[in-house]
């Protein structure tokens, strides 16, 4: 990618990895070496997918210049966790829980831990590319990203690692990286087969019933991975 100061000349490196994507969508990969041949002028401005300065450092000096790039992962105020199923009633708690957060900013989900009380160690999301979420979408966690088995969920972005539980009654929810939890959640009590929710001025309660908000398996009601369609009464 040609930016102000910076342009390759030819860029080397697998298909995967480099040659189809190009830097702009490398941006927001962790520990990818991209490799430009013949560079000689000082490197600066690089930008990433998501519009980012990409915090970039030389590894090796020309004629041959490698820059490992850093992962670009949310900060506090980047996201919220907007509802969650601690109750589904389609199948057993162990299999239909899940999580739903909306993106104030654009991040890469990859290292993004959930948890209850506390933040589960292995992240949700560890893929080898990056997967960018934007302002203003959603992203979904569960435990299981099997149809079958969830409830018949949307598709799901990360799967909870094993001990994560969404208890019914006094429970807690967070989402954090790098061992810190970026937003939480707590609760005192949920209804069976129904989600809970924040509205966008914070208020929360039990998902409106039907048919206010659809049940989106055919009996749990929510709306995982999509826009509130009822705000609390």
Request: charged letters at 15%; glycine letters at 10%.
């Amino acid at each position: 990618q040609k930016n102000g100061r910076v342009k390759p000349r030819h860029l080397l490196g697998s298909p995967e990895t480099a040659g189809q994507r190009g830097l702009g969508a490398l941006g927001g990969l962790d520990g990818i070496a991209l490799v430009f041949e013949g560079l000689d002028e000082e490197v600066a401005g690089l930008v990433d997918a998501f519009g980012n300065i990409v915090h970039a450092r030389i590894v090796e000096q020309p004629p041959f210049l490698t820059l490992h790039i850093d992962r670009h992962q949310p900060m506090a105020g980047q996201l919220a966790i907007t509802e969650w199923m601690p109750n589904p009633a389609l199948v057993s708690d162990s299999a239909g829980e899940w999580i739903e957060i909306r993106a104030s900013a654009a991040f890469d989900l990859n290292e993004l831990q959930v948890g209850d009380a506390a933040l589960a160690a292995m992240p949700a999301v560890t893929a080898s590319t990056c997967i960018p979420i934007f302002a203003g979408d959603h992203a979904l966690f569960a435990q299981s990203s099997d149809m079958v088995t969830n409830g018949m969920l949307p598709a799901v972005d990360g799967v909870f690692p094993t001990g994560v539980d969404l208890v019914n009654s006094n429970g807690t929810v967070q989402v954090g990286v790098d061992g810190v939890a970026l937003d939480t959640k707590t609760w005192t009590s949920s209804v069976s087969a129904r989600s809970i929710q924040i509205d966008m001025d914070g208020t929360q309660c039990n998902a409106p019933a039907p048919p206010a908000t659809a049940a989106y398996n055919g009996t749990d009601v929510g709306t995982p991975r999509a826009v509130h369609t009822a705000e609390c009464p």
